[in-house]
């Protein structure tokens, strides 16, 4: 199947560049492993697209689709984002959500040295997320009674792009975008995000959870990557993705925690270097199985078997697999 990714890098001669450009609505051929500026489409033609594939007409023996943004993090160069979509979309698919996978390219250096850049370039970027990406899908639904699920996954800088890009949207109100746009499932993974931002009082993560119907947020007390020592801003509180969020958020009944730091130790018996410590999820098949019932939304979070109920908005991921 192709892959559609929603760039918002610059062009570089025959490919795309490191720093912010206009919106690029891509169709990725299956066997091309880069997203390239020849695979634009037309918005309009992009956009039919992924609803031909997410609504099969009732001649078409397949499912509806959910819609998954992936936003990817720092560091990450387009191949790798690309490589991490599908990822994503295969192991999901294999545990049985029908869902398509959409890119969220926004422009990284991909130089770990180079941090202060890319959070000042995902900032700037963020705004295309919900216009460009999240609310022509939200207009479609308006107008039908049969909607489509989208849902949001955001890994490393990725949340603090969505963090921003929700944000934005609500100071930037617009007549013709609907106030109560939303999302179905946010997810966020080893989250570049101040744990003290989610903190009950704080502004920052109100219209986040404004427009999203659940909050889910893996985090590793193992993180490197997210270690104070290693942050490259001044803002050192501890990241959610390292610590998870505090006890009371403005949304206690939709936003939960889940450690997975006994699990990353589980598998991996050492603690693996910074990056591998980072992205770990990208691999780990007790992660996958817990991210597909979290899509799906079948059971109950208080009874997904992958997890442990420690607190009335926290768990554990499981240590090992359970086989069916």
């Given at each position: ?30 066997n ?33 689709l ?10 990450t ?20 959500l ?8 926004w ?53 603090f792009?969505?963090?921003e890009?929700f944000?934005?949207?609500d ?16 997810v ?7 744990s003290?931002s989610?903190?009950?009082?704080n ?7 404004e427009?999203?119907?659940?909050l ?19 803002d ?55 991210l ?19 607190g009335?908005?926290d768990?554990?991921?499981?240590k ?5």
């Amino acid at each position: 199947m192709n892959s559609f990714v929603l760039s918002v890098r610059n062009q570089k001669n025959n490919s795309f560049g490191r720093a912010l450009g206009k919106p690029s609505y891509l169709e990725v051929p299956e066997n091309q492993n880069a997203p390239l500026p020849s695979h634009r489409l037309a918005r309009d033609q992009w956009f039919q697209a992924i609803i031909n594939l997410a609504t099969p007409s009732q001649e078409v023996n397949a499912p509806s689709l959910d819609i998954v943004f992936f936003v990817h993090g720092y560091n990450t160069s387009p191949d790798e984002a690309l490589h991490r979509q599908r990822k994503i979309q295969t192991e999901l698919r294999q545990r049985g959500l029908p869902c398509l996978v959409v890119g969220f390219d926004w422009p990284s250096a991909e130089q770990i040295a180079m941090y202060l850049y890319d959070r000042s370039e995902a900032q700037h970027a963020a705004l295309s997320l919900v216009n460009a990406g999240i609310i022509p899908f939200a207009l479609y639904n308006r107008a039908r009674t049969c909607s489509v699920n989208i849902h949001i996954m955001a890994h490393s800088m990725g949340g603090f792009v969505v963090r921003e890009a929700f944000r934005a949207s609500d100071k930037s109100r617009s007549t013709k975008v609907p106030s109560d746009w939303r999302v179905s499932q946010l997810v966020l993974f080893a989250a570049d995000i101040s744990s003290s931002s989610f903190q009950l009082g704080n502004p920052e993560m109100l219209p986040v959870f404004e427009h999203c119907g659940r909050l889910t947020n893996y985090f590793s007390g193992y993180d490197q990557a997210l270690a104070a020592s290693n942050l490259k801003h001044l803002d050192v509180d501890s990241r959610v993705g390292r610590v998870g969020m505090p006890t009371e958020t403005p949304g206690l009944t939709k936003a939960l925690d889940v450690d997975c730091g006994p699990r990353y130790i589980a598998a991996h018996n050492v603690l693996l270097d910074i990056a591998q410590s980072h992205a770990w999820y990208f691999s780990d098949p007790v992660w996958y199985d817990d991210l597909a019932h979290t899509l799906q939304g079948g059971v109950d979070r208080n009874l997904i078997p992958t997890r442990t109920k420690i607190g009335e908005n926290d768990f554990v991921l499981n240590k090992s697999q359970i086989l069916v």
